[in-house]
């Protein structure tokens, strides 16, 4: 059948129509089965380009709500992707903020440990000099002391080194003063025999 059989087909059902009993409100009775079967007549006559343009269409359609629900796939996968990688970035974020929070408390870990290292340092340098000082006044007075008993010793040594210088030189001078005595005797004794 041919596009024009279609129209007279067409022509025809309106024609139903028109001859049909009105109603109010717009409303016509018609024959049913004349409806029905123009409809089939004109079903049966459309040509099968125009059957295959519909499967097309349909096909398109098909085609196209499948695509619709690819991309709806697709982006669902992309969205649910893109919050993982944004998980995985906040969580790698997490990570490097921990990680230079871990390596600015090493540092100043290292910074506290060296700063009481060099006050420890420092507090024994101070103790070793003042020992060091305690050490040498101690020595020196030690040394004073020991000097100054040796001074007093070595005087009173002096004192009786002197006496004994004096009591020799009396033992001595008594001794010199005896022999002469005895000498200037014996020599008188012999002087008296002689002129007897």
Request: with cysteine; hydrophobic share 40%; aromatic share 2%.
């Amino acid at each position: 059948m041919t596009v024009s059989n279609i129209y007279k087909l067409l022509d025809k059902m309106e024609t139903v129509m028109l001859k049909g009993f009105p109603l109010p409100a717009a409303l016509v009775i018609v024959n049913h089965e004349k409806i029905i079967d123009t409809l089939d007549k004109i079903r049966a006559s459309i040509p099968g380009e125009i059957q295959e343009a519909h499967n097309i269409i349909k096909r398109r359609d098909d085609i196209h709500l499948e695509a619709q629900k690819k991309a709806n796939q697709i982006l669902t996968e992309a969205k649910n992707q893109a919050e993982t990688l944004l998980c995985e970035s906040e969580l790698l974020r997490a990570v490097q903020a921990e990680a230079d929070r871990i390596r600015q408390q090493v540092i100043n870990d290292c910074e506290i440990m060296k700063k009481q290292a060099y006050e420890d340092v420092e507090s024994i340098r101070a103790n070793a000099i003042n020992e060091a000082i305690a050490v040498r006044e101690g020595a020196d007075k030690y040394a004073e002391t020991v000097l100054t008993s040796l001074d007093r010793d070595l005087s009173e040594l002096h004192g009786i080194v002197r006496n004994g210088q004096k009591h020799l030189s009396k033992i001595k001078a008594d001794s010199i003063a005896a022999m002469t005595s005895q000498k200037t005797r014996s020599q008188f004794s012999s002087q008296l025999t002689t002129q007897k």
